[in-house]
T-cell receptor, first 115, second 113 residues
Framework: NAGVTQTPKFRVLKTGQSMTLLCAQD?????MYWYRQDPGMGLRLIHY???????AKGEVPDGYNVSRLKKQNFLLGLESAAPSQTSVYFC??????????????FGPGTRLTVT | KNEVEQSPQNLTAQEGEFITINCSYS?????LHWLQQHPGGGIVSLFM???GKKKHGRLIATINIQEKHSSLHITASHPRDSAVYIC???????????????FGQGTILTVHP
């Protein structure tokens, strides 16, 4: 199993450009999450999904959109990038239906710089 | 005040020392997670616990629900333990929290040979 993968690993954008980050998991997990990690701030939840076709806002959703058209994929979109969105983005997944526990599995991260 | 507080923020140790990292939370939780983030950036889940104590190799995690406090211990520390250790609370929100986590700011551990 590959676990949780993220594409791309690095990206530099100019202010106002758009991009989509892709997260994929092969563990048949129900829940998926997008976090951002900034120095001194810890990890913060942007959006999450509790199943295919569902999404919900987290702690810092402004400026981002998400979609979960397939159970294994969770996309994070930036429609008009701003320098404040310079961060490291982590995707995670959890919860296998019928299995105990709710441990989260993290992807390797995407380092995004907006100039 | 953050809902999840860790201490210390930075910790330096000599190889072989016993290490303790503390985590306090101010909300009702369904579970407390300990995560490890290596300098390369990857995040790995170490423990998820809702009561008592768990042990994995040289790592031990404990939680006291009444005092809203958890500790992560590392016995016989080694330079390869150098990493950021993060505690995260799965906040109880009535029916289900859908696994949403509230994170502490992390403890940077450096173990010198």
């Amino acid at each position: 199993n590959a676990g949780v993968t993220q594409t791309p690993k690095f990206r530099v954008l100019k202010t106002g450009q758009s991009m989509t980050l892709l997260c994929a998991q092969d563990m048949n997990h129900e829940y998926m999450y997008w976090y951002r990690q900034d120095p001194g701030m810890g990890l913060r939840l942007i959006h999450y999904s509790v199943g295919e076709g569902t999404t919900a806002k987290g702690e810092v959703p402004d400026g981002y959109n998400v979609s979960r058209l397939k159970k294994q994929n969770f996309l994070l979109g930036l429609e008009s990038a701003a320098p404040s969105q310079t961060s490291v983005y982590f995707c995670a997944s959890s919860y296998l239906r019928g299995a105990p526990g709710n441990e989260q599995y993290f992807g390797p991260g995407t380092r995004l710089t907006v100039t | 005040k953050n809902e999840v507080e860790q201490s210390p923020q930075n910790l330096t140790a000599q190889e072989g020392e016993f290490i303790t990292i503390n985590c306090s939370y101010s909300v009702g939780i369904s579970a407390l997670h300990w995560l490890q983030q290596h300098p390369g950036g990857g995040i790995v889940s170490l423990f998820m616990l809702s009561s008592g104590k768990k042990k994995h190799g040289r790592l031990i995690a404990t939680i006291n629900i009444q005092e809203k406090h958890s500790s992560l211990h590392i016995t016989a520390s080694h330079p390869r333990d150098s990493a950021v250790y993060i505690c995260a609370a799965a906040v109880y929100a009535g029916g289900t929290s859908y696994g949403k986590l509230t994170f502490g700011q992390g403890t940077i551990l450096t173990v010198h040979p």
